[in-house]
């Protein structure tokens, strides 16, 4: 608790300093107020200026601050509905909602006037409230053990979802909502970034997940399940990324106080030790893969994930520094889940016919799904621009991401905004990573660009569909290109050249089709300078086949000088009759010319000694294009 940063946002003056001058005192914590102005109870709540005004002053700290923050927001009533949306909702409860959403890495919890029983042990109700007649020790207290709410751990912001599709009018216009009701899940590794990045990938399936990055989380999430540090944890964890060779910074505290030799390595000792581990469905082993740990454990290990397969448990190992996300998801075995994921919140987004009953209509997300997407979005831009960790740019792409799916690529304008800057976050990401150079995977990542643009442009006009989608595409990537050539991602960036070129043509001849008769020779340049095997191929195999057509036309004589012939010609530009100029070279030409026949000698194969002329200069040209550009890239 001791340096955490604390805001509380109240109407309540006087309350807002006795609590600030309490956590300052006693948890030496850094506390400041953000006030909202007394409003007559007759009087509607101007939510959006409030909203505006309480993120504005959120918005002045850093990022990294507001990612281990705490916001006590009082919303002084009894009712509990947390939705933007809901008309019949307090007001009070809407901009809680508003803020919860557009802050996901802040932790959120809720001051009451009046007391109420509860009923069940995983009330979101319960877990999030606090009384003004209650007691701050026992509410301080009970922030010590807030996991990292980054990913939804506590179900909170999937609840707010849940309740805007239930929205009376709106059941129909929210349909492409996306849950996170896959289940919990965590992401356990001591290396920061690597717990954010397989936490993220876990969310991005439909997961909740819990970032465990010390010896104590992990008690708390994985531990005994009648020990006191477990209370309200789930018991039914479905997914883990759990590092093979686990060292907390925590862990010598951890065994002092035990008095015990642990191995957190050896995966059998680590089970018995935090048992709800056994329970996990799906556990994806991230390691190094070295072997510099004595022989026996490392025999123990296999022997016990064996078991661990033949009681039905799903294990799969996946080794850093990995090839990105997409190679994760790969190995780990999740990417048809993730595709399926996609598949289904694509075919979410399609467009239906309003009715007259439906008031705002099915065109667009609703006006402050709308608002809160613009805050994440300009959010996630400031990220952008001046991150340099990758715990940074998964924060980044988080918010992005959030946007992305409170719109469902409706309001296209600002769906590609958010798409966009995911995808640009999650590669610097990837970027960020030493070691992984020329294994990122962009392919998938181009397959996933179309899906989501082709998504976003069923709302565009039928005349500017195509070339809109193509447009996109073009501006995503290029931006990309951007982020891979500062990283000196080379073969990456070709990846991205060479889907920009076939994004290109297709809208050059779209917009130009009379030019269709050239789109071949087009294709196949662009194909030459995109693969430097095929150029090769295409240099050494055009002399050939046109040898060998020679040789056919001369009824199957002098192969040997017809494939030499053709080599002398497509390297020279020039058939070899007119480099003969000296006196001295005409005459060593009459003597060959018994014994040699030259191409040009032949009136019937003039045609094809000019094409070996114009395809030497056109694949030669292609090829000292291609070496300059590896011999001077950046």
């Known amino acids: 608790m001791e340096g955490r940063k604390f805001f509380i946002i109240s109407s309540s003056k006087s309350w807002a300093e006795s609590v600030k001058r309490y956590a300052s005192d006693i948890h030496n914590a850094d506390v400041h107020i953000i006030e909202i102005p007394e409003i007559p109870d007759e009087v509607p709540i101007p939510i959006l200026d409030l909203f505006n005004l309480i993120s504005s002053k959120l918005e002045k700290r850093e990022n990294t601050v507001l990612r281990n923050s705490i916001a006590i927001f009082d919303i002084g009533l009894y009712e509990w509905n947390l939705n933007p949306l809901s008309i019949t909702s307090p ?24 007391k109420k029983e509860f009923e069940g042990t995983d009330d979101l109700e319960k ?145 018995r030790i935090f048992d709800c581990l056994k329970n996990v469905e799906n556990r994806i082993f991230v390691t190094v893969g070295h072997k510099y740990i004595p022989t026996e454990r490392l025999e123990s290990n296999k022997v016990y994930i064996e078991e661990l397969k033949a009681g039905g448990k799903r294990i799969k190992k996946v080794y850093k520094p990995s090839g990105g996300i997409y190679n994760i998801l790969e190995k780990a075995g999740l990417l048809k889940k993730y595709w399926k994921r996609k598949k289904e919140e694509w075919d979410a987004a399609i467009p239906f016919v309003e009715t ?6 099915g065109h667009s997300a609703p006006g402050r799904l709308l608002v809160i997407a613009e805050k994440l979005i300009d959010r996630a831009e400031r990220i952008f621009d001046g991150t340099q960790t990758v715990q940074g740019c998964i924060h980044g792409a988080l918010l992005a991401l959030e946007a992305q799916e409170l719109l469902g690529y409706r309001t296209p304008t600002t769906s590609l905004e958010a798409i966009a800057l995911r995808h640009q976050l999650e590669v610097k990401a990837e970027c960020m990573f030493y070691g992984v150079g020329y294994n990122i995977d962009m392919k998938k990542r181009f397959k996933e660009i179309a899906g989501e643009v082709k998504a976003v442009s069923r709302w565009f006009h039928p005349s500017v569909k195509k070339k809109s989608a193509l447009n996109a595409q073009m501006g995503i990537i290029t931006e990309l290109m951007e982020i891979l050539r500062e990283y ?9 050249l060479k889907c920009f070129r076939k994004l290109n043509r297709k809208w050059y001849f779209s917009n130009r089709p009379w030019l269709n008769f050239i789109r071949p020779i087009r294709w196949y340049i662009e194909t030459l300078v995109g693969s430097f095997s095929l150029l090769i191929t295409s240099i050494i195999g055009w002399p050939l086949l046109s040898g060998v057509v020679k040789f056919i036309l001369d009824k199957y004589e002098n192969f040997g000088q017809h494939i030499l012939q053709a080599y002398m010609t497509f390297f020279s530009f020039q058939p070899i009759e007119s480099e003969v100029t000296s006196q001295k070279g005409q005459q060593l030409a009459s003597e060959l010319a018994s014994k040699i026949t030259y191409p040009g000698y032949f009136p019937h194969d003039h045609w094809l000694t000019l094409l070996l002329i114009i395809g030497g200069f056109l694949h030669l040209g292609i090829f000292i294009s291609y070496l300059y550009t590896v011999i001077t890239r950046k």
């Open 91 to 114: 007001e009070r409860n809407q901009l809680a909602s508003m803020l919860t959403l557009a802050f996901p890495e802040i932790h959120w919890v809720f001051v009451r006037m009046i």
């Open 127 to 271: 877990k999030y409230t606090f009384y003004w007649t209650g007691k701050l020790k026992e509410f301080f207290d009970s922030l010590n053990n807030l996991p990292s709410p980054f990913f939804d751990p506590s179900n909170l912001r999937n609840s707010i979802r849940e309740n805007m599709k239930r929205t009376a009018d709106l059941e129909k216009q929210l349909k492409y909502l996306q849950l996170h009701d896959r289940g919990d899940s965590a992401s356990i590794d001591e290396e920061e970034p690597y717990a954010c990045l397989h936490g993220y990938l876990a969310y991005k399936l439909g997961y909740r997940c819990f970032l465990v990055t010390t010896m104590r989380m992990i008690k708390e999430v994985f531990g005994k399940e009648t020990s006191p540090e477990r209370e309200n944890k789930p018991n039914n964890i479905d997914l883990v990324f759990e590092d093979m060779f686990l060292n907390f910074p925590d862990r010598e505290r951890y065994l002092a106080d035990k008095k015990e030799h642990l191995r957190l390595s050896d995966l059998r000792q680590r089970d």
């Open 356 to 361: 007259a009953a439906e008031e705002g209509g």
């Open 488 to 496: 000196f991602q080379f073969d990456e960036e070709q990846e991205c």
